[in-house]
């Protein structure tokens, strides 16, 4: 057995990172067919061009893990189906569950692998960012923006500038979470960051209305906003791609977004895939491997339709339940586990079905 064991091993693992480091470049290929004129239109050299690919490989072989252990596991059982080694295996009281056991361990290992490549990614992928000129690298300020704090408050600057930690042209509106509280608005010509204290506002109003529909708006020419205590460093972020963003990233983002009654649908679900796709290397085997000794007959086309198909409806079921996380209609974490799920339930059946 441990001879048999090491033989299915090392052929899935051998096929596996065939596949997984090889098909980023197919993703490279079509990025660069793409947006190529677009990155040297920019004034990108070609070396520069090349190192931010180096970048985001990361993020490609992230997306190559599923699609690679399907590949893997159908090349990997179907041959032996169809040259009868299962068949032989089974004569002398192996069991097709027992041949197929060591894939369990190894695609747990490749889950974990998967996991930490997620996190991984997005930082890859942001230095590419900023090598293709996405963001602006070392700019000290920042003009006509609205930034959502902490504290839930919706802040609109005309300019920043963050050596001097002056902000110019501020608005200041601050939503109360108690509905009988007054909504609070406040504008100034000017601000200056006071380290460990909040913001300065020079020259400006404070104007609250009442649920009543009341005013009262009172004019100033100093006043300290504690309730502020973004640092000026911390304005100047722009927000990120959710490719750029980190599991925490994602957490975070969307919980200024909620605090600020923005829709987090589209955020909880993106951070809910981090877990979910490098979880379907292990579900992808548990599906694939059954499915792939069912058919008898078939050489390489047969594996490879074989696969194909599978990649396509997994494909279609992930953007269609993604979608519906975004727009609300699902809960998030149904939405981003939902194809996971589809294909654990197909799989455990077809373990259920199989001729052992």
């Known amino acids: 057995m441990r001879i048999l064991d090491r033989l299915v091993v090392r052929s899935f693992l051998r096929l596996f990172l065939l596949f997984v480091f090889g098909a980023p470049f197919l993703f490279i290929v079509g990025d660069i067919t793409e947006n190529l004129d677009r990155y040297l239109g920019q004034g990108m050299t070609l070396g520069d061009t090349a190192l931010s690919y180096v970048y985001e490989y990361p993020k490609f072989l992230s997306w190559s893990f599923p699609f690679a252990s399907l590949l893997a596991a159908v090349f990997t059982i179907h041959p032996m189906t169809a040259h009868r080694e299962i068949m032989a295996a089974k004569a002398g009281g192996i069991s097709f569950h027992r041949l ?5 361990p190894v695609g747990l290992i490749l889950t974990a692998a998967g996991l930490g490549l997620a ?4 930082r890859a992928t942001r230095i590419a960012g900023d090598l293709r000129g996405d963001r602006p690298i070392g700019q000290a300020w920042r003009n006509d923006f609205v930034y959502v704090t902490d504290n839930g408050q919706s802040l609109s600057v005309r300019r920043l500038t963050v050596d001097d930690g002056r902000m110019i042209g501020v608005s200041l509106q601050e939503l109360p979470r108690d509905p009988e509280a007054p909504v609070r608005h406040i504008q100034a010509g000017s601000a200056r960051f006071w380290s460990g204290q909040g913001w300065l506002f020079q020259d400006g109003y404070s104007r609250e209305v009442h649920a009543d529909s009341t005013e009262v708006t ?14 000026p460093e911390d304005l100047l972020e722009m927000v990120r791609d959710e490719d750029e963003m980190t599991y925490a990233d994602l957490s975070d983002f969307g919980d200024r977004l909620l605090r600020s009654g923005g829709d987090v649908g589209r955020t909880r679900t ?3 895939e981090r877990l979910a796709v490098p979880a379907a290397t292990l579900v992808i085997i548990l599906f694939a491997a059954p499915l792939a000794t069912s058919f008898q007959r078939g050489g390489t086309a047969f594996g490879v339709g074989l696969s194909l198909a599978t990649a396509i409806v997994y494909m279609v079921l992930l953007r269609v339940s993604e979608n519906l996380g975004y727009a609300g209609v699902l809960d998030p974490r149904i939405a981003a586990w939902l194809p996971n799920a589809f294909f654990l339930i197909i799989g455990l059946l077809l373990i259920r079905w199989v001729r052992t």
């Open 100 to 104: 197929a056991a060591p894939l369990l």
């Open 270 to 272: 993106k951070m809910e």
């Open 119 to 122: 996190e991984l990614a997005p």
């Open 218 to 231: 009172v004019g100033f020419e100093l006043a300290l906003i504690r309730s502020l205590t973004e640092r």
